[in-house]
């Protein structure tokens, strides 16, 4: 068998941090290869220097392509040879029709005309291939994600793909759908069709995949040829979590106080698909002085069930009661919540948790104003104090707290968020991913300063994708996949094999 | 060694000096522009424009302008636009005049019942807006449209006239003068002192209070001359309308409501939180900010003002007519961008709008009194607006 793609010694070095260090990876031709590794590994930046999303000569290393030296400036060189990306978020146009879309800058057309005669036969033909019922007028929105996704590949199939490349295609899917799904990449290959498949799912790689190489920390571990020999998904596990825990978190005295929030029977359904259930009869709780986590893969539900107890900020048909020192609380309002003792740190602090063109003064106190004001009216002095006060116990690096937070560097502005929801006054913290974008120094500020909050006597719930910050933070950990809670471990149980074995084990 | 030490320090100073004035280029170049632009049309018109009657004229002209780009302001800072002002003043005036003219209804009654009927309006389109999501574009453009209309019907394509001289007051009178010497108008002067000194007072008062908390300030030399001229320009403007017939109504009316509002902007928890809603939208939520109500009432707020708007301009022109208002949301939200205003939202000043359309209104008479055509004046405005913003997005692009 030949070898269709070759990639060698890739290295790509964002500012600051090297994504991908020496990276090697070898596809046969007619395979389907899986690429595993934990979130932030490198496995979608791998991805993106292939297909030229990264242009040539922004990294180092080579890639060999059908027997031939190549790179490319864009996307669009890549296409030419065949080499498709399927992206996790999928790049369709929702108002246009399926036969639109299939085609969209790729029109059969002739100087400039579009022929939908030509248009709508090709698209029957692509649609049978990928075994979509669908009239190919139909709308693209008004078909399900699974559909969607068989859309994007037959999207694929119009361009005469050679390497397919999807990024977490069942992510979003439901069980029959993904079985659907992967049955078609089974026959693909049949026909003659590479493919790349990048999943956290391993009982689906170890179903579909020829060979699976493992990254790890933006570097190749291994590479298993599952024809050889059957795959255990402990073994591709291990490779994927097996390093040691080098980063150090400040140590903090370990005691569980009185019962603080306790959530039970907490169901939330998407906000625009109703019939879809988010978030499943989930319970927990949280001991005053406790950092409790919530471990899970993107797209298990974690920011949704943090935002859905916030004030009902996202999905409906939200069911079940919170309770804050075994006394129910009103949730109802991002404001009632805030006052019945609660804070949610978001996951987004651009889009979601600052004012970017406001100064450091007037964020910090935007969830409090009432404490600054006097019937109304701000007592801008008090505020400055206020803000003075945080930019001293938080260590925010800035000249002045009249600075625009645009103007702050990531960690900078994360403590800017906190201080902001520290001055809200709340009994819990929930913290969504507060480390993420942010570098070592500014991590371990923050983690100092979750600390301190425990010691306060606070509460803190803390989502992260990055297992070792949960393992080194947190005395409880919630694991969480598809919109459930499928584990609890202790500090002393929890570990990194054992929380990806829950999520991968269903 | 000393030397170097004070040369260092020097262009420290320097630097921040220049570093104070780029941050804060667009509030003095808003003030030098429309200092220039007065001197300007003062030379070009020999001295008329900064004669007496003219400056009166110049309030009473532009009041409406003004009283609506408050309004205005604060809609845009929230996010939105309100394409309807226009329309619905020209139909408040139309109201007024049918109510006092054909139906006999006293002025006192007519004048809150307009109002009632500016928040109505306001609350009626600021529901689509706030609670429905609907863009606000394309509920005021309906607006626009419906009002217009509706003015039309309930004039019945007539010019409705003329009022009762106690309506009259509400944009052509004068405060008397309470020291009874009538010229010069010693209320008028005496105002204008008590307001200067104000100014410079709680100018003075907020240094101090920004030193004693260790707030970074602006450069002394730039407080004084800033000052020297704003305090300066108010007296200058008070003793000029004292030699005519004193205090314009209209001029206390717009005084007394730009402060308001720039207290309830700059000063009040409630125009904190517009401020973040326009900026940010999503955070402002999730900071347990109730961004729908906010919305709504900065609609219902922008219908009272353009209900005042459109009973000031009826009783100035001493009748209701089909086309009045026509076009004029374009000159409120001109004013409002030429103050600094941004389209996104979050970003503007009360007194920027307010400044805007002076510019805009000073502009308009100079150009009136040189003779220049309708269709230059037109191409003239056009351009200063798209020149301030153009100024605005590349001053923003240096200091990013």
Redesign the interface.
């Known amino acids: 068998m030949q070898t269709l793609l070759e990639m060698r010694n890739i290295t790509k070095t964002f500012p600051g941090v090297k994504a991908l260090d020496d990276v090697n990876l070898k596809v046969t031709e007619g395979e389907i290869h899986a690429l595993v590794g934990e979130n932030g590994a490198g496995k979608s930046t791998l991805m993106k220097v292939l297909s030229g999303v990264y242009p040539k000569g922004t990294y180092d290393g080579e890639i060999h392509y059908d027997g031939q030296l190549a790179g490319f400036a864009g996307i669009s060189d890549s296409e030419k040879l065949g080499i498709i990306i399927i992206h996790q978020e999928l790049a369709l146009v929702p108002l246009l029709s399926i036969a639109e879309n299939l085609f969209i800058g790729n029109e059969c057309a002739k100087a400039g005309v579009v022929n939908w005669h030509e248009t709508f036969r090709r698209t029957e033909g692509l649609l049978k291939k990928v075994g979509l019922n669908e009239p190919p007028a139909a709308q693209v929105d008004s078909l399900g994600v699974g559909k969607q996704q068989l859309v994007e590949i037959a999207k694929a199939l119009s361009k005469d793909v050679r390497l397919l490349i999807l990024d977490e295609p069942t992510a979003a899917l439901s069980e029959s759908d993904s079985q659907a799904l992967l049955d078609l990449l089974l026959e693909l290959k049949a026909q003659g069709v590479t493919s790349i498949v990048i999943s956290h799912k391993l009982n689906e790689v170890r179903r579909i995949a020829d060979t699976i190489t493992v990254i790890r920390d933006g570097a190749t571990v291994s590479t298993l040829d599952a024809r050889k020999e059957p795959i255990t998904e402990d073994r591709i596990v291990r490779d994927m979590v097996g390093r040691d825990m080098s980063q150090r978190y400040p140590e903090r005295p370990r005691r569980a106080g009185d019962m603080l929030l306790e959530v039970r029977d907490w169901n939330v359904w998407h906000p625009e698909h109703a019939a879809r259930q988010v978030i499943r009869d989930i319970n927990f709780h949280v001991r005053a002085g406790e950092v409790v986590g919530i471990a899970g893969l993107m797209g298990a539900g974690r920011t949704e069930l943090a935002m859905s107890l916030?004030?009902k900020?996202y999905g409906r048909n939200i069911s079940g009661s919170v309770e804050l020192r075994g006394k129910a609380i009103d949730t109802s309002?991002?404001?009632a919540?805030?006052r019945s003792g609660l804070a949610?740190v978001?996951e987004d602090r651009k889009?979601?948790?600052?004012?970017?063109?406001?100064s450091i003064q007037?964020n910090v106190t935007?969830?409090n104003?009432?404490d600054v004001?006097k019937s109304?009216?701000?007592n801008?002095?008090e505020e400055?104090?206020v803000a003075e006060r945080y930019r001293a116990a938080m260590n925010i690096r800035t000249p002045?707290v009249?600075q625009k937070v645009v103007n702050l560097s990531g960690g900078n502005q994360q403590k800017v968020v906190l201080s902001?929801w520290l001055f809200?006054g709340p009994e819990v913290l929930i913290l969504d991913e507060p480390t993420r974008g942010i570098d070592v120094g500014a991590k371990f500020e923050i983690y100092g300063i979750i600390n301190e909050l425990s010691a306060e006597g606070k509460g803190v719930l803390m989502i992260s994708s990055e297992m070792p910050e949960l393992l080194g933070m947190c005395d409880r950990i919630y694991v969480m996949n598809q919109g459930s809670f499928v584990g609890e471990l202790s500090a002393v149980e929890a570990s990194q094999e054992r929380i990806m074995s829950l999520i991968v084990t269903e | 060694m000393t030397d170097t030490a004070s040369q260092a320090r020097n262009a420290d100073k320097a630097k921040s000096i220049s570093g104070y004035l780029a941050s804060h280029l667009r509030d003095y170049g808003l003030l030098f522009a429309l200092i220039a632009i007065m001197v300007f049309f003062q030379i070009v018109t020999d001295g008329t424009l900064l004669r007496p009657v003219n400056i009166t004229n110049l309030f009473l002209q532009n009041s409406y302008i003004i009283i609506m780009a408050l309004g205005m302001l604060i809609v845009i800072v929230g996010g939105h636009i309100d394409l309807s002002v226009g329309s619905v003043m020209g139909f408040v005036g139309a109201l007024a005049a049918v109510m006092i003219v054909n139906w006999n209804v006293p002025v006192a009654l007519t004048i809150p019942a307009c109002l009632v009927v500016g928040i109505l309006i306001g609350a009626a389109q600021g529901y689509w807006v706030a609670y429905w999501k609907i863009p606000s574009f394309i509920v005021t453009l309906a607006g626009m449209l419906v009002f217009r209309g509706l003015s039309l019907w309930l004039l019945e394509g007539q010019s409705v006239g003329p009022f009762p001289r106690s309506f009259q007051l509400l944009s052509t009178g004068f405060i008397p003068d309470v020291f009874g010497v009538g010229r010069p108008n010693i209320t008028a002067l005496a105002v204008g002192i008590v307001a200067a000194a104000a100014i410079v007072w709680m100018g003075l008062r907020k240094r101090a209070r920004n030193k004693a908390y260790g707030i970074e300030d602006e450069p002394t030399a730039f407080f004084l001359i800033r000052n020297a001229i704003v305090a300066g320009a108010l007296l200058f403007v008070m003793y000029k309308l004292s030699t005519f017939r004193g205090l314009p109504n209209v001029l206390v009316t717009m005084g007394i409501l730009t402060i308001i509002y720039a207290f309830l902007t700059e000063q009040t928890t409630i125009g904190r939180r517009i401020y973040a809603l326009g900026g940010n939208v999503k955070a402002a939520k999730l900071s347990g900010i109730p961004t729908e109500r906010l919305t709504f009432l900065t609609f219902v707020n922008m219908g009272l003002l353009a209900a005042l708007a459109g009973l000031i301009f009826a009783a100035r022109l001493n009748t209701a007519t089909p086309k009045a208002g026509f076009a004029v949301e374009l000159d409120v939200i001109a004013a409002v961008f030429i103050g600094g205003a941004s389209m996104s939202g979050g970003v503007g000043k009360i007194v920027g709008a307010v400044v805007g359309a002076f510019i805009m209104g000073v502009m308009n008479n100079g150009m009136s009194i040189m003779g220049i055509g309708i269709d230059y004046q037109q191409v003239i405005k056009g351009l200063v607006l798209l020149a301030a913003v153009i100024f605005d997005v590349y001053n923003k692009q240096k200091q990013g």
């Open positions: 916030f004030g900020s309002t991002v404001a919540a805030i949610y978001t889009e979601l948790g600052l004012i970017l063109e406001e007037r935007l969830a104003l009432i004001s109304g009216v701000i801008e002095a400055t104090k002045s009249f902001k809200a």
